[in-house]
Every structure is written in C-alpha cells, then in structure tokens.
Nanobody
Framework: QVQLVESGGGLVQAGGSLRLSCAASGSTFSFTSMGWYRQAPGNQRELVAT???????KYADSVKGRFTISRGNAKNTVFLQMNSLKPEDTAGYYC??????????WGQGTQVTVSS
C-alpha cells in the first residue's frame, strides 16, 4: 500500500509563488514517476508536471516557464515550485505516483487559490 501526503497549498495573489510538497510512504522504491495534477470545479483533472525515476520532466504547456517539479533527497518526495501564479491556476492539486504494472496512487489534494 502506498500513501501520499501533500502540503503547501493556500491563498496567494496573482504573481505570487507557492511550493507544494508530496511525500510518499509504503512500497514506493520501484516507482516509475511522480507528479502533480490539478482539477478545477467543473473541469477534468489535468496533468501539471511529472518527473520520472530517472529525472526526466514533463510539463503542461500552460505552466512551462513558471512551474518547476523536482525530487527531494529522499526519492519518494516531490516538490512543485509555482511562480508567477495566475487566477487560472486556481484548483485542487493532487500528487500522483505511478508504479509498475499500471498501479497508481493519489493524494487527497491540496487547494491552491490565486486571487486577482
């Protein structure tokens, strides 16, 4: 079993920054990738950024140049540095871990609200 715990969400003005953290516990030593997804009310959940076990990263076009995903020294942690935040970045942000054999787990989410 794998558990993901997110932190770092909150309310920020447009142009501000937030840093999200996600720590995975349990059988995570063979993970394929970790990442962040977001979902705004009425919208589908969408990819924000992912990082593979080898360190390759992928970003949504809407966040390129503003958001940075990274792994901690403990490889089962992942961070999302969000700069130049926009009101359209407002959403629940969810941490995801992908494991072999198409297993994946989700965190409970952390709310990010950007005021104009």
């Amino acid at each position: 079993q794998v558990q993901l715990v997110e932190s770092g969400g909150g309310l920020v003005q447009a142009g501000g920054s937030l840093r999200l953290s996600c720590a995975a516990s349990g059988s995570t030593f063979s993970f394929t990738s970790m990442g962040w997804y977001r979902q705004a009310p009425g919208n589908q959940r969408e990819l924000v950024a992912t990082i593979t076990s080898g360190g390759s990263t992928k970003y949504a076009d809407s966040v390129k140049g503003r958001f940075t995903i990274s792994r901690g020294n403990a490889k089962n942690t992942v961070f999302l540095q969000m700069n130049s935040l926009k009101p359209e970045d407002t959403a629940g942000y969810y941490c995801n871990i992908a494991l072999p054999y198409r297993r994946e787990y989700w965190g409970q989410g952390t709310q990010v609200t950007v005021s104009s």
